[in-house]
């Protein structure tokens, strides 16, 4: 096994079943220190029980790994500290944070109750806000770190009955990409993870074969890639089934038309060439929207 994470620590969270438990079992086999957490919770996020991390935990030692289990949930920041602080106590240090933990409350929007939109986004957005906070500055202070979020398809593309659930996976992008700048020079990279998985959160959806095709064992590379020293930053990887992708937000060059009364008139008629793929990019940091536009009107008008 290349890919060695000797002498590094992890945390995974939602790491007491199904892809995290995975992740966590890869990178002790790979010999990584692993802060198990895990609420223990059902897959609506209810109930809780610290005996989910411990089992992993008792796996990962069993196969000659170190690890501690920790139960805190990720939507309670001060308990998120002390699990931070749980692990630099064991290990002295922090190198790689897995965000995995996740619910769902799913429904069409229309019949979604908001106490389910915001618990979702609470869990997946803030939980994931939490735990970065919390292993920041040890990662700044040591000069290294490697945070992978878990994205989703739906937070990409949508699904229906996911509102809550996409709103909150597509907002984990948005803080890798200000995480990955902001953590450069650092040596801390962010990274993003949008598996296709069969987990208990997809049981009794898909057909026996597809549940074959789509064990969360084929995820697991794509994290560890994520989460090594070599890996890149700013990056959403796709994975499930063996297969795997990338995934970029980008912008397309776009018109210019100026301001004026005709211009809504003119974007409408025009719509296809704003929206045209040919020559689109995936811009460094949001400021290139707003050069590329001025670079346009200061062209127009003959500067």
């Known amino acids: 096994m290349a890919m060695d994470f000797q002498g590094r620590v992890a945390i995974v969270t939602g790491a007491g ?16 220190k692993v802060l198990v957490n895990d609420l223990g919770g059902s897959v609506d996020g209810s109930g809780g029980s610290a005996t989910a991390a411990q089992k992993v935990v008792d796996e990962i030692r069993a196969a000659g790994g170190e690890a501690i289990a920790n139960a805190a949930s990720v939507t309670d920041f001060d ?26 409350r799913d429904k069409s929007f229309a019949k979604m109750d908001m106490a389910d939109f915001r618990l979702v986004v609470d869990v ?23 945070i992978v979020m878990t994205t989703s398809s739906t937070g990409l593309y949508g699904n229906f009955g996911q509102a809550n659930y996409g709103a ?16 450069a020079k650092s040596n801390i990279r962010v990274n993003a993870l949008a598996p296709t998985a069969a987990t208990r959160m997809t049981a009794g959806l898909l057909p026996e074969p597809v549940l074959e095709a789509l064990k969360p064992e084929a995820v697991v590379p794509a994290m560890l890639v994520l989460a090594h020293e070599t890996a890149p930053t700013r990056t959403i990887l796709c994975a499930g089934a063996g ?61």
């Open 79 to 104: 308990a998120v500290q002390a699990m931070v602080k749980q692990a630099i106590a064991a290990w002295g240090r922090v190198d790689i944070l897995v965000n995995n933990a996740g619910i769902l």
């Open 243 to 303: 297969g795997f992708e990338a995934a970029h937000i980008t912008m397309t060059e776009g018109v210019y038309l100026g301001m004026g009364d005709q211009v809504p008139d003119e974007l409408a008629t025009r719509l296809a060439e704003v929206t045209a793929s040919e020559g689109q990019q995936v811009p460094g940091s949001g400021a290139v929207q707003g050069q590329v536009e001025v670079g346009k009107a200061m062209k127009a008008h003959g500067h």
């Open 124 to 146: 997946h957005l803030m939980g994931a806000a939490h735990c970065c906070k919390a292993v920041w500055p040890y990662m700044q202070e040591q000069n290294y770190g490697r």
């Open 17 to 32: 079943g199904g892809l995290g438990r995975l992740h966590a079992l890869a990178l002790a086999r790979r010999g990584a």
């Open 168 to 183: 909150a996976k597509l907002a984990q992008v948005g803080l890798m990409q200000t995480l990955a700048i902001e953590g």
